[in-house]
């Protein structure tokens, strides 16, 4: 009797023994049981904030595998289990009545007919790179599965099938196969479309859409009976099922953001992306920029990029990198203009004009030279080629005036402006700030639209930000773009501002007050309906046409041109590019324009000639809203102008009695400024002339050219000969006769219109002029041969 106990001790304790080493190597073996369970790549998949399907890249491997999703739709999931797996959430992993089953089947078949693996050890046999049936490598599967399915909950074991089963050709998982074969998101599938994709990984070599539909079909319409048998669904809902047709073809996969999807691909490779993108403004866009396509292409300008922003959130709600067209190749639709550099044009104008406003540098009343400038060998022109004299500020950045733009840099500095936008974060500026020169504001350097949109959204949303957190300024106001909503937001601090609200409102409403010409369509529409804030650009030789638009909640910017640099004539900003700006806003919700930032501006009194602070002789006035803290001195062309009795002739005291004088105060611009200042505007009032005998006071002529620098260059005509440097002057009086003297020798006289050609040998000279009042200057220059 105790001999047995002895016996059946031992026997228990090599029972335990034994079960207790197999624990032991069934956890040793685990390690040899992969983590993650794939390693494999998988498709570049790009999804619009609402989910939707933007675009898609194949696999490294040249698979369409979608990465592993994080649930399945309720009519696969059944569809799947009912077909494949029954018992599912029921066995461990291994279901021992199905392989028993499967053995005899297969014994007695004498061929292997059935495997009777469960979901889980087909998802071994997956990952483990689908080797042949036998029945070592069944063990193998059988292993893992217990391991699977210790590691794994059972929906995501289902999850990781649906996401990595073989749906024939180079489709694998479920995401991937609904939208190839049926063209749409697996969660819209119906029954039918659910049951097909259930049977395909079972033989997905022999069933494939649109080859042996018959036996697919049985297939299919089997597992829905089964599935009403299981009462899943109705005999209506199982008639219509049936009835369905399998999918014919294989449906190309959507694009409808081509080179967001591609920029994906290039640094998110292999990743499921949840965008920014909205999914119906950006098929609106497509559409706006596919009709425009069509009115620019006539004259040969063929590709287009338009980005809209939200503020503040600086999300980018629609990507359009260029335009869609049948011979991409030879256009350059494949280039991404978004990220690509171009000529700015005049679109960084507002920038200097906020900078400078922030800085108690400008008033936007005050009048900015606009006369013919040359400064080294960089001539700027306004567009129209056409001089003011002078104009007020603001009116000069809702014209774009080139020139008053080169005269402000050259006030403010090309340093200050170079350090400003790069921190604004234009990050196309390489060179030095020497290499661009006063050319930097007008296209002299090149930025991506991407930057553009980025620096006109955070100055809306530094005033948008104000406005809504009670004065709020942060740390990085000039944050980038954001374009994938995963991207965390990193919390903001609250800092003194790099540029005020006030300026930018000020800045804003300037362009809001953009003057058109007749030609631009719609715009005064939009003036009465919605404010928007908008500046054009174009480049030299009509290479690059720039609009961008700011509302109080988003920003349009637009680029059209040709992606191999050619330039077109009437490619120009504002026939090109603002008309698809406008057509994009007109897409967007209405919102109410920003609120005035009133606790950082001030009312103060300007001269209303001059528009700088008013002087002793001014007396116009007029009351402005401007930044506070501005720095800008008083008129510095008002004087007080002595007549005689009757006011005819201008007088001093040299040759008419004080105590006889008429005084009147009098807005007097410089000759130059003056010269083109009153063609266009008809009520300046010219000083009346000197009484015989009287000695003059007021400056008569000033040099248009050579006017800021004495280093001239001799031009080069199109022979190769040297040309002639043309010499411009202004005088006050229409009628006086000129006297030209270079190196004191006579050389000419001119009347009306005073200009003077000349080939000066290299070298130091002065040129010296004089009327037949005896007004007299002299100015020295210098000739550099180029």
């Known amino acids: 009797m105790t001999g047995r106990r002895i016996h059946k001790t031992r026997a228990g304790r090599l029972v335990l023994t034994f079960l207790l080493l197999l624990l032991v190597l069934f956890f040793i073996g685990g390690l040899f049981v992969p983590r993650p369970l794939f390693n494999t790549s998988y498709s570049t998949v790009v999804e619009s904030s609402e989910g939707e399907l933007l675009g898609a890249r194949i696999s490294g491997d040249e698979q369409w595998r ?68 036998s029945v070592w490598n069944k063990l193998i599967e059988i292993f893992w599965a217990l391991h699977v399915e210790l590691r794994y909950s059972k929906s995501e074991i289902l999850e990781l099938y649906a996401s990595h089963a073989p749906f024939g050709g180079n489709v694998v998982g479920l995401d991937a196969a609904a939208w ?68 014919g073809k294989v449906n190309a996969l959507p694009d409808i953001a081509f080179h967001l999807t591609e920029k994906a691909n290039a640094e998110k490779r292999g990743q499921r992306i949840h965008s920014t993108i909205q999914y119906g403004l950006q098929n609106r866009v497509n559409e706006i920029v596919a009709r425009h396509h069509q009115r620019l292409k006539s004259n040969l300008i063929n590709n287009m990029a338009v ?153 809306g949303t530094i005033l948008k930000r104000y406005e809504n957190e009670d004065g709020f300024y942060s740390s990085k106001p000039f944050s980038p773009l954001i374009w994938d909503e995963e991207i965390p937001v990193l919390e903001e601090q609250r800092t003194q501002p790099f540029v005020r609200a006030a300026s930018v409102y000020s800045t804003l409403d300037a362009l809001l007050k953009v003057k058109r010409p007749e030609s631009e369509t719609g715009w005064e529409h939009f003036a009465h309906s919605r404010k928007i804030a908008w500046k054009t650009g174009t480049s030299f030789g009509f290479r690059d046409a720039w609009a961008v638009g700011v509302t109080s909640r988003y920003v349009v910017a637009v680029w059209c041109g040709n992606a191999d640099g050619e330039g077109r004539a009437g490619l120009t900003g504002i026939t090109a590019a603002a008309p698809v700006m406008f057509d994009v806003c007109e897409a967007l919700p209405f919102s109410e324009w920003f609120q005035v930032p009133d606790d950082e501006m001030q009312t103060i009194d ?13 007396e116009k006035r007029i009351e402005v809203q401007v930044p506070q803290g501005n720095k800008v001195g008083v008129c510095p062309w008002h004087e007080r102008i002595h007549f005689n009795n009757e006011k005819t002739y201008r007088v001093n005291a040299n040759c008419y009695p ?62 190769g000969t040297p040309g002639k440097i043309i010499f411009d002057l202004a005088h006050r009086s229409g009628n006086v006769i000129v006297y030209w003297y270079l190196d004191d020798s006579f050389i000419g006289t001119t009347k009306n219109v005073h200009q003077f050609e000349l080939r000066p040998e290299a070298g130091w000279h002065s040129i010296t002029v004089t009327d037949n009042l005896g007004n007299s200057i002299t100015k020295k220059f210098l000739v550099v041969n180029q």
């Not at 990465?67 to 029921?90: H, N, R, T």
């Not at 499967?102 to 080797?131: D, E």
């Not at 042996?212 to 809902?237: F, W």
Request: net charge neutral; aromatic share 10%.
């Open 307 to 459: 980005l809209v922003v939200e503020i503040p959130s600086k999300k980018v709600l629609a990507y359009v990198g260029n335009t869609n067209s049948s011979d991409s190749i030879a256009h350059g639709n494949q280039v991404d203009i978004v990220q690509s550099p171009r000529s700015t044009g005049s679109i960084l104008k507002p920038f200097l004009y906020c900078k400078m406003l922030d800085e108690g540098l400008l008033l936007p009343t005050m009048l900015v030279p606009d006369i013919p400038i040359r400064f080294g060998g960089f001539t700027p022109m306004n567009f129209d080629r056409e001089y003011n004299g002078a104009v007020p500020a603001e009116e000069a950045l809702a014209r774009s005036l080139n020139i008053p733009a080169v005269h402000l840099l050259r006030d403010f500095g090309v340093g200050p402006l170079y350090s400003f936008l790069r921190k604004t974060g234009m990050s196309t500026l390489k060179e030095q700030p020497g290499h661009y020169g006063l050319s930097l504001i007008l296209g002299g350097a090149e930025i991506e639209l991407w930057d553009l949109a980025g620096m006109y959204a955070s100055l």
């Open 658 to 719: 004080v105590s006889e004088m008429q005084h009147q105060n009098w807005f007097v611009l410089p000759p130059a400024l003056e010269y083109y200042f009153k063609r266009q505007n008809v009520l300046y009032a010219t000083l009346p002339p000197l009484m015989p005998g009287c000695s003059e006071t007021e400056q008569q002529m000033e040099f248009i050219y050579p006017r800021e620098w004495n280093r001239l260059f001799i031009p080069v005509d199109l022979d």
């Open 180 to 247: 190839r074969y049926f063209g749409r998101d697996p969660g819209q599938l119906s029954w039918a479309e659910s049951a097909t994709l259930a049977v395909l990984p079972n033989a997905p070599s022999l069933i494939y859409p649109g080859r042996l539909d018959q036996r697919l079909k049985q297939k299919r319409d089997k597992l829905l009976n089964q599935l009403l048998v299981e009462n899943e669904m109705d005999s209506i809902t199982y008639q219509l099922a049936i009835s369905e047709p399998l999918p």
């Open 66 to 133: 979608f990465p592993p999703v994080d649930s399945i739709p309720d009519k696969y999931g059944k569809c799947v289990l009912s077909f494949e797996d029954k018992y599912f959430y029921a066995h461990p992993g291994v279901n021992l009545f199905s392989l028993a089953r499967a053995f005899f089947l297969n014994v007695k078949a004498r061929r292997i007919v059935s495997g009777g693996s469960t979901i889980t050890m087909q998802l071994c046999r997956l990952a483990r790179g689908q080797k042949e049936r």
């Open 606 to 618: 300007v001269c209303a000639e001059s528009g700088y602070r008013p002087g002793e002789f001014c």
